[in-house]
């Protein structure tokens, strides 16, 4: 079985994606404390498919990416 079993996701590339867009802006511990994670390892997690995305976290997440809630949620 793999470790990262979502890499190859939607949700985790849209987030690395974004992630690298708003590099200038925000950190990535900016993104992860905006989505209410207690710390950056989590989005990286994500971004690299060993964790989902909760559902209950696409809008504070859609919101510290500064993307659509919708197309977060469809994606996740």
Same mark, same amino acid.
């Given at each position: 079985m793999s470790?990262k079993?979502?890499? @190859?996701?939607r949700l985790?590339? +849209?987030?690395e994606?974004?992630v690298l @867009?708003l590099?200038a802006r925000k950190?990535?511990?900016q993104?992860? #404390?905006e989505? #209410?994670?207690? $710390?950056? $390892?989590m989005v990286?997690?994500?971004k690299? #498919?060993?964790?989902k995305?909760?559902?209950?976290?696409?809008p504070?997440?859609?919101r510290?990416?500064?993307?659509?809630q919708? +197309?977060?949620? #469809?994606l996740?």
């Open positions: 470790k079993p979502h890499e @190859e996701t985790a590339k +849209y987030i994606r974004r @867009e590099k950190s990535q511990l993104i992860a #404390g989505a #209410g994670f207690p $710390n950056a $390892n990286t997690m994500i690299n #498919g060993s964790s995305l909760a559902l209950d976290r696409v504070s997440m859609a510290s990416l500064e993307c659509d919708a +197309y977060l949620m #469809g996740a």
